[in-house]
């Protein structure tokens, strides 16, 4: 027998074999992993069958509502269309804005 790097290794010992052509304490070593994987295969079914088995499906009352999105933001906002505001041209007194309108109010043309 080769090993992986090239040594040879020594034979193994032989060693006499028992009834049905198995080393002595073989078969109850293969004996004992199939009682084991019975054991466990008897253990998974209890339990997967004593689960509790429910028809019940998961349900949501749904019913319409106004729904409004709302974005909250902090910056500045630059305008696409600016309408420069200044003072008559020929103005003798210094002047000053005496209204002005509410944040996000609609106006109309000349008001």
Same mark, same amino acid.
Not at 21 to 27: K, W
Not at 28 to 44: E, G, H, I
Not at 88 to 94: G, I, K, R
């Given at each position: ?14 060693? @006499? ?8 304490? @073989? ?35 749904? @019913? ?48």
């Amino acid at each position: 027998m080769r090993l992986a790097r090239g040594k040879v290794s020594s034979p193994s010992p032989r060693v @006499e074999r028992g009834e049905g052509g198995q080393r002595p304490g @073989e078969g109850t070593r293969v004996r004992a992993k199939c009682s084991f994987m019975r054991t466990t295969l008897v253990l998974l079914t209890l339990l997967s069958l004593a689960r509790a088995k429910t028809d019940d499906v998961a349900t949501c009352k749904v @019913e319409p509502i106004t729904f409004a999105r709302r974005v909250t933001a902090e910056g500045t906002l630059k305008a696409v269309k600016a309408t420069p505001v200044g003072v008559p041209p020929h103005a003798t007194s210094p002047m000053k804005v005496s209204w002005i309108a509410d944040d996000g109010a609609l106006l109309r043309k000349g008001t």
